[in-house]
């Protein structure tokens, strides 16, 4: 499957740890692909990493947010989290 990140277009993969915090924590692909593609985004300090994160109005869990690394071609997801908060 395919995500838009910055204006470019991604093939996703998702680390099994990715996998096993979205099931804890209720989200789907979908959820995981519209965060990213439609999330605010804040830089890691680590190059090409990143925080993204959305408000679910569904969700009493927010923000719900997914760790990403950009490795042409691929974006990586690492993990999910939810009530996360910027800092």
């Known amino acids: 499957m395919k995500v838009r990140f910055n204006n470019r277009s991604y093939e996703v993969v998702f680390t099994e ?3 096993e915090q979205m099931l804890l924590r209720g989200l789907s692909e979908e959820d995981v692909l519209h965060v990213i593609q439609n999330g605010k985004q804040k830089a ?17 869990d927010n923000l719900v947010c997914v760790a990403i690394s950009i490795e042409p071609p691929n974006v990586i997801v690492i993990t999910t989290l939810v009530n996360w908060s910027p800092k």
Do not use: Q
């Not at 890691?44 to 009493?60: A, E, L, Q």
């Open 17 to 19: 740890h990715a996998r």
């Open 44 to 60: 890691k300090p680590t190059k090409g990493k990143y925080w993204v994160f959305m408000h679910f109005p569904s969700r009493k």
